[in-house]
Each structure stands twice: as C-alpha cells, then as structure tokens.
C-alpha cells in the first residue's frame, strides 16, 4: 500500500470513520438477512394459511400433521433469525469497542510522546506464559513503532527476566526486591490478569519508584494491552488483532555462572501441578516414568524452585541421570533468569503444559509439554504454535499423558540422537 493509502487508514481508524463504515457494512448485511427472512416467512404464513383453509374444510390427518411440520419449521427460523440478529449486533457493538480501545492507547501514546520523561513499564505481576507470548510482544511494538528511546524506559517484572525484553530498555527493577515470594504471591492469587492498576501494582511502583528516584513518571501498564487483546481471548476476533500490536522475536541466550556445573547435554524439565496436571498418584508416576525414560538416554537436568510464587506445586523425580540446580542459583529476584540459561543451552524441554513450556522455543528449543485434562484455553495454544512456526524450527507439542506409552519409543530413540 502506498503512503497516502496508509495515512487515509490511520486517520480513518483514529477519527472512528472506519469503525463507522464497519458498522455501516454489518447494518447492511442484517438488513438483507432480515428481508430475505420476512420473505421466507411470509412464504410460509402463506402455505399455512391454504392448510388451515383445508383443515377446516376437510380436517384430514394429513393436513394437520403437515401444518404441525410446517409451525416447527416457523419457530425454528424465527429462532434462527434470533440467532443471526444477536451475533450480527454483538460483532457490531466489539468492532465499536475496538475502535474505542484504538483511539483511547493512540492517546495515550501520543501523551508519553509530548515529552520525555520517564516510562515505567509494568509492573508485570501475572502468568510467566502471558509475559512472554502478549505482554513482552507488546512492548516491543510500541517502542519499534513509535520509536521510544530505551533510556527512557525502566521494565519492572519479577524473577530475572530483564533478557526477555532484550535491548528494549536500559534499566530493570524486579518486584522480589522489595517482596517476599509469600508476600507476592498472597498479594497476586487473587488477581492474575492485570486489566487495571491495581493495589498492588500501585504499592509495587510507588517502591520502584522511590528507589530509583525517578520523582514523576510515564507508566506503560499492562490495562493497555489487555483492552487491546481482549477480543481475541474472549475468541471473538482473529490472531491478526493480537499481531496488528505485537513485535515477535527470540530470547537471546546468556552465559550464566549455573551453566558451568551442568553437562554438556541434556534435556530441561519442570513438571507441576496444576489445572490441566491434577496431583493425582496417576500424575505422579507419569512424571516418575518420563523422566526416567529420558534420564536413561541422556542427563536430565530439573528446574525446581525452593520456594512457590503460585498455587502451582513442583513434581520432584530422581534417578541417576538426573540433576538438579543448586538452590543457591535459584533466588526469587533471578530463578526465571536461571531457568531460562539453563533452558537455552538444553537439546529439549520437557514438563507441563503452561507458561514455562512457552519459554522453551522461544529460547529456540522444542518443547515437549505434557497433560491429562483439557482444561486450559486452545486458542492461546494456538497463538503460541503460529507464533513458534514463524520464529523457526521450535516447536511447541502438547501430550496427554495417557498416551506417553505410544511415543516413548520414538522420544528414547530420538533422545539417544541427541545424545551423541
């Protein structure tokens, strides 16, 4: 598309004109379903009325079994009509949504850019999944976009994770800083998605703040982008919604001390307990079995934390193939740090399927992610699969545990490749 061509699109969606020819669109589309409805009803008022004409002149059981069809077929289309009218006007009422949330951050972009203080951007508080597959994306966007000098920006997350946003920003705070993890995990259970400032974000920023004496400050938080991306999670809109805001690209790994006392090859895992990973004795000793198939093939070296953040619970294994990371490496303020080292140097990643299954092929590592209840979201399994395809050749494959004996032949074979 040209210039002019693209200048013409961002006014029309700036000014709200294109969200009104939208709306125009989707009006004219119900109307003709509407007319091309009433004239099927009418078609069939018409033929009732002959049926009635007949009962009443012969009343035979044909034509009252044929008018009782024909009563069927009315309410079935007018609840079909029902259905059509209230998809049509809900679609409507989210693309003016959409339109309202895009010229609201388009405002609030052009705020941070009438000068130059400060941004703080987070604070992060939520899932390790969504940092990495919207929220990181996100901010890479909007600093390449409207091209926001990284000296600017100071990224306030929790567990080591300032690689994550790579060259974005020059300065890095972490909320285990300043909190406990039973402190921060007693001030998060009850509010994972951050749609707005919360208590705690504002308890978190006023402590960042303050210790880095940054006086009055920009906040870039994460409300923006979860009103951006809501029509997609509540699976009304496309992927495309998600990539019009978000820039992808891999972790870059880095040489961390934790590294030097692993093999030279292994595998990373971390199982745990969760929704879709019940603790069940059955769950148990799927992870017992994993790991040790793998363990007999080549070293497997475990990412298990001395502390929890979460209602999430870690699934210890042993064997003699498997190793563990010293928990002197494993602090809050760096365990994802840790983590995602070790994760990056690993010839695969195995455990459950969560946020810590997406750090993997990011860091450019497949990812072998394991469940027994369907109970999580597939349309961000989806997300995370068509981001993982474009970024290069790491996949992200989600297992049932019930169907690990199908694939452990073929995982040992392939396991004992790598090994060599």
């Avoid at 050749?393 to 073929?410: I, T, Y």
Wanted: charge should be neutral; include cysteine; proline fraction near 5%.
């Amino acid at each position: 598309m040209n210039e002019p061509g693209r200048l013409s699109n961002l006014v029309a969606r700036l000014t709200g004109r294109w969200t009104l020819q939208r709306l125009a669109e989707v009006e004219e589309k119900v109307v003709k379903f509407g007319r091309a409805e009433r004239e099927e009803l009418a078609s069939q008022r018409q033929a009732i009325d002959r049926l009635a004409s007949s009962v009443a002149s012969r009343a035979s059981a044909a034509a009252v079994h044929e008018l009782q069809r024909r009563m069927e077929d009315l309410q079935q289309s007018f609840a079909h009509q029902d259905r059509a009218f209230a998809e049509a006007f809900e679609r409507a009422r989210v693309l003016d949504e959409q339109g309202t949330d895009d010229r609201r951050f388009a405002r609030r972009i052009g705020e941070l850019l009438r000068h130059d203080r400060p941004i703080v951007v987070g604070p992060w508080t939520g899932e390790v999944g969504f940092e990495l597959l919207y929220w990181v994306p996100f901010v890479r966007w909007v600093v390449n976009t409207y091209g926001l000098a990284p000296e600017r920006l100071l990224v306030v997350s929790r567990g080591g994770v300032k690689g994550w946003y790579g060259d974005l920003a020059t300065r890095y705070a972490d909320v285990f800083s300043y909190f406990t993890p039973d402190e921060f995990r007693a001030a998060t259970e009850d509010a994972k998605k951050q749609r707005l400032v919360g208590k705690f974000d504002t308890v978190v920023l006023k402590r960042v703040l303050e210790a880095h004496n940054l006086g009055r400050a920009d906040l870039l938080h994460p409300g923006m982008m979860y009103r951006l991306f809501m029509p997609f999670w509540r699976q009304i809109a496309s992927i495309s919604r998600v990539e019009q805001y978000a820039t992808y690209s891999r972790i870059e790994p880095i040489d961390d001390p934790v590294l030097r006392g692993l093999p030279d090859k292994y595998v990373a895992a971390r199982f745990y307990f969760s929704g879709c990973f019940p603790e069940t004795p059955a769950n148990r000793a799927h992870v017992e079995s994993i790991i040790g198939a793998i363990s007999r093939e080549v070293p497997v070296v475990l990412l298990n934390t001395p502390f929890a953040v979460d209602d999430h619970r870690d699934v210890s294994a042993t064997g003699g193939g498997v190793h563990t990371v010293d928990a002197a490496h494993m602090t809050p303020e760096r365990n994802l740090a840790v983590q995602t080292a070790v994760i990056a140097r690993a010839q695969a990643f195995v455990g459950t399927y969560g946020g810590y299954s997406y750090l993997a092929p990011f860091c450019g590592v497949p990812s072998l992610a394991f469940y027994s209840a369907q109970t999580y979201k597939v349309h961000h399994l989806h997300a995370a699969q068509h981001v993982f395809e474009r970024l290069g050749d790491a996949r992200l494959v989600p297992l049932d545990v019930a169907g690990f004996p199908l694939v452990r032949l073929a995982l040992s074979q392939t396991l004992a490749g790598t090994a060599r």
